[in-house]
């Protein structure tokens, strides 16, 4: 079976996201947002993290997406599915403010069911002056 999966911020919400001690994540109103709210975590240092729980609807391998704002202060962070890094650290600082889709390479799940997807931060370009993430969906392709 091929086919997008597409894990909406609407269905992000549905799980309160886990977050780093001390930090905040709030859903904001967005017109141009899937479902029109985007999810922000907003951060203060390397290390932070905001975990979603995505639920993965069939055993196979998939190309991960993620669908976030970009902006001139933003952060930089690495994804972990249950915990194994996955693909390259993104940074989602921009100088100009708009949505733009990034991938996360392919990913293999041996069986369904909810995974934990988390982005903690690794760093930020010298030109941002925040850490702060905001996300919008979650993508899985399936391609196998
Ligand atoms: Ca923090």
Redesign the pocket.
Known sequence: MRGLVLMREGMLRTFLPHK????TSVNSADAAASGGSLSYGN???V??WIQYTVNVPSAGTYIVSSRVKKHPDRGTAQLYIDGIAQGNSVDQRQSSTNYTTVSFGEVTFASPGNKQFRLQITGKDPSSNS?TLANDTFSLTKIN
């Open positions: 780093s001690a001390g930090d951060f203060n240092a290390g932070d850490y």
